[in-house]
């Protein structure tokens, strides 16, 4: 039986009147890198801050490696090194002093820091003030303060955010690395599709609070049986609203042709008697199998909003 | 096991100052008082000492007056700046999310902001005798070698800190609800000034929290002089710190971190 490192039921949490979660159900497999993915706003960092116990669902429970919040904060919490968003690092002070500050809450040896330094690789700059630090650096510190508990689980909320491409490589290689080499259990969040299937084994999609799906990755392409079609065609502004009237999703549109997500035969030669009957002249119609990005994108319709 | 998580969170709490204007400020803000009356002393002390009372009552007065007025806002901008290391560092959440209880990380806050304005207080009563016997080995005539009771102004100034809890848990809390810095600012210039006119002829002024720490404050250096005398305004600041301080906590457990 599949052992969970996370496991919540059913959170449902609000800003106001606002519904920020709706019935969150996840499962993170012990030992997965778990890609928690959706587009901004989708609900992601307020699910890590209840993961984390700085929000307070008041529907639905939270239980991380079997224990819940209520009985055992603490113990939890000493399993557990997080990255929230921006990074939290005290400016004024050297990256090796913000790791001091940390060790002192709890308590592992001062060699410690020298062994999460060692592990982000910020050794050489250990002991340069943290405000002369780039980004990159910031959320390499960030992640050796997570580290300094050894915990088995890390909670990573949108760690390449900001970075530049060299930045990205370099956080992608220490997750990995972290998981394969260390055995840490990895859940991270991001808006960035490309950076989870390169990462995750595992996926939970979520859009305006709702899990969309969870589940392994090659579980998501399996799932889908859509293809693409490619139109080319003379008007592409024109034909866009035709099929938004016909309840068609475009996943992408040019000058010449549009692409949009379709379920079977059926529908291409819906799609071209829609485009034919409003006065278009189509000249070309040809089907894709539909990648990740197009799989994602229909799940969220949010190009269509 | 309390204890000791607690005494690793004050360990943090502490650390997390060094080379910071926090930690200078305690050091040299009590020191602004008495170096002016080291000057003052030195340059026209036969004059001061001249107009009446010893020498050692006339540098309480000197000492006391600007203290009073000053003290309060000593008292807000530690507070501002306790908490506001967190808001203008985003670190709320890093500590919050450590294994250590909501209550101990809000203790550990709380115990170093009330040593701050302790040692702070305490540095001024020593500061403040220093300047005395500085000034004596300048000018042996003035009077300084006179008897004077230390414990007495160490007693006085320990009173002030106490009388001091009631508006400073007021203002550490205002600290850890906003990041803004003009409000607790504005309530606390508000205070003070209030109390400056309601103490004027108004007979409930002494229940007014910006004015525990003058009205607990006695003529030291004098005969009148009595430790524990004014014990009233004490006793309402600490149970105003008390109620303030247990608002604050439980409003920390159930906060959102952002």
Known sequence: MESYSIETRELNFYFKDFKALSNVSLQVPTGSIFGFLGPNGAGKTTTIRILLDLFHAPGGSVKLFGKSYETARSAILKQVGALIENPSIYKHLTGRQNLEVIRRMVNVPVSRIDEVLRIVRLVDNADKKAKHYSLGMCQRLGLAAALLTD???????????????????????????????????????????????????DVAIIDQGEVLYQGKLDGLRQGSQLTELRVELNHVATAVQVLKTGNFTISEQNGQSLILPIQSRQEIAHVNKLLVDAGLEVYGLSTTAQNLESIFLNLTKKLDQ | ?????????????????????????????????????????????????????????????????????????????????????????????????????????????????????????????????????????????????????????????????????????????????????????????????????????????????????????????TENFSLWSHMEPVYLSLALAAVVFSIAAIDTQRKRII
């Not at chain 2, 006179?146 to 009631?166: E, M, R, S, V, Y």
């Not at chain 2, 848990?169 to 803004?180: A, D, G, M, V």
Request: charged share 10%.
């Open chain 1, 151 to 201: 915990p088995e689980l890390l909670i990573l909320d949108e760690p390449t955010n900001g970075l530049d491409p060299s930045g990205i490589i370099e956080m992608r290689e220490l997750i990995i690395r972290l998981n394969r080499e260390h055995g840490k259990t990895i859940f991270l969040s991001s808006h960035i599709l490309s950076e989870i299937e390169k990462l995750a084994t």
């Open chain 2, 1 to 221: 096991m309390a204890i000791l998580a607690l005494k690793k969170g004050i360990s943090a709490e502490i650390y997390k100052y060094r080379s910071t204007f926090v930690f200078w400020f305690v050091l040299l803000a009590p020191a602004f008082i008495p170096a002016i009356n080291l000057i003052a002393f030195l340059r026209r002390g036969d004059a001061i000492v001249a107009r009446g009372g010893t020498a050692w009552e006339n540098l309480m007065q000197f000492s006391s007056g600007p203290a009073n007025f000053l003290f309060p806002f000593f008292v807000i901008i530690v507070a501002l700046f306790v908490n506001t290391i967190e808001s203008n560092s985003n670190t709320w959440k890093l500590i919050y999310a450590q294994p250590l209880s909501r209550l101990n990380v809000f203790c550990s806050k709380m115990l170093v902001y009330i040593a701050m304005l302790f040692c702070s207080l305490m540095l001024f009563g020593l500061m403040t005798y220093a300047v005395g016997w500085l000034v004596h080995l300048a000018n042996p005539d003035l009077g300084f070698a006179d008897p004077f009771n230390l414990w007495h102004l160490l007693g006085n100034c320990f009173t002030i800190f106490l009388a001091t809890l009631g508006f400073g848990s007021i203002h550490f809390y205002l600290s850890q609800r906003t990041k803004n810095l003009i409000l607790p600012l504005g309530i606390g210039v508000g205070g003070i000034v209030s109390f400056m006119i309601l103490v004027q002829g108004w007979e409930y002024a002494r229940y007014h929290p910006y004015g525990y720490h003058v009205l607990s404050s006695g003529p030291v250096g």
